[in-house]
């Protein structure tokens, strides 16, 4: 019974992303009503699939949870405030009515700096979709400044005010990239494992997305070249984890790239200064340099 | 994912239906960006069910595809909703919309022309002047009747989203037109500017939970209009209240029913088409199974609720697949506000009388549309006792869809637009619609 419903939720999500990524390259420019009926379904659908996952049905490898937990313990010693518990899991997005996915750090420990978590995650969607392959991490990474009390407010972003953003985008992330850098990740892995298997995913695109902010902050935070979507650095916990833990949280990757590619999407439809053809493109990219890692259903997606 | 594939020129397919407001005219435009006009022939005074036939009066290109350089975007030339003005002098006038742009149209005859020029001749080429040896005052001379239409504005650049919806205002002096996100309030002699009245663009679209999907003015009213979201939700706004009218004076909502929750509770549940009836005391909404009847006093649920086609319900996640789900029926009040309309599929269209409570599925078709012919009704099985001539839910044909329909102001005249196929029913005294 459960199989059943996971199956049909998981059809749904991969009929969902057929149609977010379809919509790219229809005539007459992004449709926002359908997408985000579109985003609905895929976030109730996901919903769905990874209650269902914790209730017991799981058929993915073990090896990835551990990897996890390790490295959430030395959040813990970090001294950030998180714990799974207090994300309040799956909840989280059930409750939020947001279209936005992976918004897995609002609640919980978040909350005193709620206000801020929504600011910052906007930046971090829509910093992505201009430059890096990893949308998903994006949003989650920001997520993560939030939760740190020193970490640079942001300012509300609107995508057309960027150029601003981008700065102080930068000005966060690099702080992220001090010391306490690597608890960051962490903290973002385990929160992100309390909710879904996919956190192993998360952990490795959090550092690629580090890499590219390095790069990214040679330059003008507005103009990222897209040779700064292909970051090169050695992922947390090796290379090698990579696809694996890709194939055991496929879909909720996809989702994530995906949830992060539609305000990627938004913010181009919103048809903000900042956002021009590079948009389509690096989300293009994105996709792209993503999906070949997953399994190959996923590439089915790619070839729509 | 299955695609159907276009048997027909896609720009031919019809994509808005409007009488004007004596019924004499109606108004269709394409996707191809094309307007045809069709007017009725007077009534021929010597048979008794003689009525006037439509016939095409007058076909123009009102909107031509674009392409936005700085956004890489191309604008479709698909026509989305076209309204008429109200007649104020012998000529007509009409807005007609795209995605981005919205034109006003002026539609005027000519029947006379005048001759007998003193500087030019016939031809219309200059005379010599020493030539003219007396002065004649020109006059006019009839000539075949020829219908004109000129573009008299443009209103441009003032949507970011796509337009849905156009709708004047009872002054005759305004009109408003409807995006995802904000609605717009134009003076129709004003073209470089108009006012923002409705924007319910979040600060951050990250947090986009709903989209406008159609507005009209109150018919009586100037200062209320209604628009329609994507969650079902209707926000009855008066504009004397404020300047930007985002906070409603009325929000009419249904709570969901808990029971029929699925995956694809939120899709059906947004409104594709909103009505004011023409007395102006109720709306009518559609969405994708239901027509609701809403009486403009009570907010907290319809006054009536019509099943459309509720035999989908259980069908839902294939009509996802397929895109059907995301189909924008439209929806019509008869003249009295005592016949709702709206179409389904199969080419199929639904009346519901909301007096008697009866209903009727009737189906636009070559076969069926013979002049004369009387409209069958039509029956869909969805299980069970199948009698004959049922069609099946199995057998529906989903690409046959009726999305856009309009009905005379005054008469029993329908227009049914199925796919690049227009059709238009008028009621005979021994029909069974009335």
Redesign the interface.
Known sequence: MNMEYKVEAHRIMSISLGKIYNSRVQRGGIKLHKNLLVSLVLRSARQVYLSDYYGGVCVRSPHAGGVEWGEGDQMDSDGSRSTPDEHGGESALVSDDSVRIPEVSVNGPAAAVEGQDIEDLAPGSDYNCQQSPQEDVGSVKTAVSAKRPDASPSPSLSPGAADAEGENQEGSGSAETGGPGSGSEHCVSRSENSQQGSAEVTATCCTRKRGAERSASAGSPVKRPKATAVPALPPVGGEGEGPEDMDTGNVSSLITIFGSSFSGLLSKEGAQPATDSEDSDSGKICCEQMLPNLNPWSTAIVAF | ?AETTPLLPPADIISTVEFNQTGELLATGDKGGRVVIFQREPECNNEPYCQGEYNVYSTFQSHEPEFDY???????E?INKIRWLPQQNAAHFLLSTN?KTIKLWKVSERDKRPEGYNLKDEEGRLKDVSTVTSLQVPVLKPMDLMVEVSPRRVFANAH???V?SISVNSDCETYMSAD??RINLWHLAITDRSFNIVDI?P?????????I?AAEFHPHHCHLFVYSS?KGTLRLCDMRAAALCDKHAKLFEEPEDPSNRS??S??IS?ISDVKFSHSGRYLLTRDYLTVKVWDLNMENKPMETYQVHDYLRSKL?SL??N?CI?DKFECAWNGSDSVIMTGAYNNFFRMFDRNTKRDVTLEASRESSKPRAVLKPRRVCAGGKRRKDDISVDSLDFTKKILHTAWHPAENIIAIAATNNLYIFQDKVNSEMH
């Open positions: 994912q700085l956004k890489s975007l191309e604008i479709e698909k995605d970011t989203y796509h849905n995802d996100l663009k600060a951050n679209m990250e947090e986009l939970t709903e989209v999907t994507s995956f694809f939120e899709i947004s996640c996802y697949e895109d995301f």
